[in-house]
Nanobody, 116 residues
Framework: QVQLVESGGGLVQAGGSLRLSCAAS????????MGWYRQGPGNERELVAT???????NYADSVKGRFTISRDDAKNTVYLQMSSLKPGDTAVYYC??????????WGQGTQVTVSS
């Protein structure tokens, strides 16, 4: 069983920054892919950024140049550094991991609200 626990969400003004953290119950090196998704009000869940094991990062066009995904294997934690935040970034952000046998796991989500 894999557990993912997000933290770091909150209320921030437009143009501000936040860093989200996702602590995994297993070594981050054991996952095929780790990533962040978000679901805004009235919207479907969408990809924000992914970090494949040994691969290149991938970002949604809407966050390129503003968000950065990274991983600290010593802490079993994945981060999402968000800068130049916009009201359109308001959403619940979810951590995602693909484990053995391509099992997919989700965190409980953390709310990010960007005020104008």
């Amino acid at each position: 069983q894999v557990q993912l626990v997000e933290s770091g969400g909150g209320l921030v003004q437009a143009g501000g920054s936040l860093r989200l953290s996702c602590a995994a119950s297993r070594s981050t090196t054991s996952f095929y892919v780790m990533g962040w998704y978000r679901q805004g009000p009235g919207n479907e869940r969408e990809l924000v950024a992914t970090l494949p094991r040994g691969g290149r990062t991938n970002y949604a066009d809407s966050v390129k140049g503003r968000f950065t995904i990274s991983r600290d294997d010593a802490k079993n934690t994945v981060y999402l550094q968000m800068s130049s935040l916009k009201p359109g970034d308001t959403a619940v952000y979810y951590c995602n991991a693909v484990y053995r046998e391509y099992r997919i796991y989700w965190g409980q989500g953390t709310q990010v609200t960007v005020s104008s």
